[in-house]
């Protein structure tokens, strides 16, 4: 299935709003039972913590009805992979990798760290 293009579906191009991300769950119900929802986000020019924070909990709920071992994987993100944003994954039991370029958000496993 082709990735969910998150400048298409959101209006602005600055994320910064728990709104935003909340806007984004529709895209993933429509995204339908796939074990793997894609993100791309090109045109976006930057996510705060707090847009992250509500996409993760959007993103757990949407991983927790479709199966426990459903992956997001994030494209073109304006941003690397900070320390901060790896917190906020593991504080929603989330596991956060850089992947060839593209972040990965797939449930901890009990071996992870």
């Known amino acids: 299935m082709e990735p969910i293009k998150v400048r298409s579906t ?16 529709p895209s993933f119900e429509e995204h339908g039972p ?16 707090s847009f992250f924070d509500e996409l993760i909990k959007t993103v757990k709920d949407a991983i927790q009805a479709r199966s426990q071992n459903a992956t997001f994987i994030f494209y073109n993100l304006p941003t690397g992979v900070s320390p901060t944003f790896e917190r906020v994954a593991r504080a929603h039991g989330l596991s956060l990798k850089l992947h060839d370029d593209r972040w990965v958000l797939s449930p901890r496993t009990s071996t992870a760290s």
């Open 10 to 25: 959101l209006s602005g191009r600055l994320l910064v709003t728990r709104r935003s991300a909340r806007e984004l769950a």
């Open 34 to 49: 796939s074990q793997k929802v894609e993100l791309d986000f090109e045109g976006i020019e930057g996510i705060s913590p």
